[in-house]
């Protein structure tokens, strides 16, 4: 049903209406184009969407920007940035060039957005180099990193969001795996420039979870709070693992009671990696997680 941007999409009969601040990451229909993935937002009743940088590119920031604005919806993040872990050298400052450049997005659109958008850039650290075995060099690089970045953040109003990764990622994705390592890099930089993401799928089994969650809060870190399962088995892809609320192992309501408690009312993000879910049409993927965000995650409105 088509509506003015902004408008309030009225709830078809039996369908359940979408919690205030449910925010659909573009990864869970990854398949959709930006304009369709608006589109498709918009029209089940979901207020806000975290978008990724590819898609934005395939129409060019202006043209993104433009239909962001049209659309009446929140920008909750923009996905992403990092890969910080190359060594000194020419890789690496293009590695930071378009970290500036992806600080610059974030601020166009969420700028574009509606009331209540976050200029949040996600950082994915990155793994460890090519025959490296160095973690905590790695580490150093990511710390190296933020303090470059983070005076261009500061100047466009941007929060760069830290996010921890499972450990199984280590190797290739992220050498940051915990939210206290996170909280860790962030510490130097004023919360404005740097803060943390909390993904319940990266997150759930750390046994010093509430008491980083309620440290991040107090320090007022917590850039983007991200939800969905735990599927297993594992993937053969682990990137893939992801899963419908609801439909794994992941207990939300300790997370979800943690993160509250610390004062975060900003939007929530379900973001899914899973071949199943991008193979379904995308209304019916919207459709569904509005039905298990109501079920499955008990935030308050």
């Known amino acids: 049903m088509s509506t003015a941007a902004g408008a309030v999409v009225p709830v078809r009969p039996g369908a359940v209406a979408p919690h205030p601040r449910l925010s659909i990451n573009q990864a869970t229909i990854k398949y959709a184009a930006l304009s369709d993935a608006l589109d498709t937002v918009r029209a089940a009743g979901v207020g806000a969407i975290g978008t990724w940088r590819e898609p934005v590119a395939e129409v060019g920031l202006d043209e993104a920007v ?37 600080i610059d997005e974030t601020r166009a659109l969420a700028a574009a957005g509606a009331g209540g958008s976050a200029a949040v ?19 150093g690089r990511v710390a190296d990193a933020l303090a470059d970045l983070v005076p261009h953040a500061l100047d466009a109003g941007v929060q760069l969001a830290v996010e921890p990764l499972h450990p199984m990622y280590a190797a290739d994705r992220a050498v940051v795996s915990t939210l206290a390592q996170a909280l860790d890099l962030a510490a130097p930089f004023p919360a404005a420039a740097v803060g943390v993401v909390v993904d319940t799928f990266h997150v759930w089994w750390d046994p010093a979870l509430a008491a980083s969650v309620a440290r991040a809060g107090a320090a007022g870190r917590i850039a983007s709070f991200q939800v ?29 009671a943690a993160v509250s408690a610390t004062g975060y009312s900003g939007d929530v993000e379900v973001e899914i990696f899973n071949q199943a879910v991008w193979d ?11 039905r298990a965000f109501a079920s499955e995650v008990p935030l308050p409105a």
């Open 121 to 139: 850039l996600v950082l994915v650290a990155g793994g460890l180099p090519d025959g490296s075995r160095d973690l905590a060099g790695a580490r």
């Open 66 to 102: 433009r239909m962001v604005a049209d659309s009446g919806l929140r920008v909750s993040s923009h996905c992403r940035g990092g890969f910080f872990t190359l060594p000194p050298g020419a890789d690496r400052q293009r590695a930071l060039d378009d970290n500036r450049r992806a």
């Open 228 to 256: 969905c399962d735990w599927l297993t088995p594992i993937a053969a892809d682990p990137l893939l693992s992801r899963g419908v609320m609801g439909d794994g192992h992941i207990d939300f309501g300790p997370v979800t």
């Open 280 to 290: 379904t049409p995308a209304a019916s993927v919207v459709e569904r997680v509005v």
